[in-house]
């Protein structure tokens, strides 16, 4: 079963376009994860928040996660079809514990 | 190797069949993981393995699964007489981290198996 809601399960942005994912727990986590899965392919770490209200920037991905760590966005800048794939967000609930991951928001950035 | 590989990429077993899942971990890397990723889900935790001792096992979904690193390298998903909802995409994940805290993981490809 999946202890992290990730919304929305898909989106289609037009290039250039900024887009937002969420991602929540009805518990307080230890820390969260962001990666990319290609199709077909593995997946990609992206970014990682472990304090509440960190906020997490590479390139023109930024991630946050609020004070009470049970919520996270992923925000996207002026979006471009390399940016299409499947986002998940992983979250393990104390330290040295397994990740668990979301459902993923499969996104597509139309040119 | 530089990454996490797996073989085979794509399996497809007759209903009742075994299979041998195999993933080679960076070098070195201390724990690794299997993960199982259904049509359009995200993935769910199988097993742990810290070095060569299976630390946690608790998502293997029967005792049909079965997983092992016999020498803390390579690991072996063995998935004995097959069934129509084993099929999905079975990820290997490798940390350097003994704790695995950080939970930084570098995934395989994974490996596609389809149960007719």
């Known amino acids: 079963s999946q202890e992290l809601e990730q919304s929305p399960q898909s989106l289609i942005v037009q290039e250039g376009k900024n887009l937002t994912i969420n991602c929540t727990s009805s518990?307080?986590?230890?820390?969260l994860y962001w990666y990319k899965q290609k199709y077909g392919e593995g997946l990609i770490f992206l970014m990682m928040?472990?304090?509440?209200?960190e906020e997490k920037s590479h390139e023109k991905i930024t991630a946050k996660l609020d004070e009470k760590k049970q919520q996270s966005s992923l925000h996207i800048t002026a979006s471009q079809p390399s940016h299409a794939g499947i986002y998940l967000c992983?979250?393990?609930?104390?330290?040295?514990?397994?990740?668990?991951f979301g459902g993923g928001t499969r996104v597509l950035v139309k040119p | 190797g530089a990454g996490v590989s797996q073989s085979p990429r794509y399996k497809v077993a007759k209903r009742g069949q075994d299979v041998a899942l195999r993933c080679d971990p960076i070098s070195g890397h201390v724990s690794l993981f299997w993960y199982q990723q259904a049509l359009g889900q995200g993935p769910e935790f199988l097993t742990y393995?810290?070095?060569?001792?299976?630390?946690?096992k608790s998502g293997l979904p029967s005792d049909r699964f079965f997983a092992e690193r016999p020498e803390g390298s390579v690991s072996t998903l063995k998935i004995q007489r097959t069934q129509q909802e084993d099929s999905a995409v079975y990820l290997c994940a490798s940390s350097p981290y003994r704790v695995p805290g950080a939970n930084v993981l570098t995934f395989g490809a994974g490996s596609r198996l389809t149960v007719l």
């Open positions: 928040l472990q304090k509440g209200g």
């Open positions: 518990k307080t986590l230890y820390g």
């Open positions: 393995f810290q070095n060569e001792a299976q630390l946690d």
């Open positions: 992983g979250a393990s609930k104390a330290a040295g514990n397994k990740l668990t």
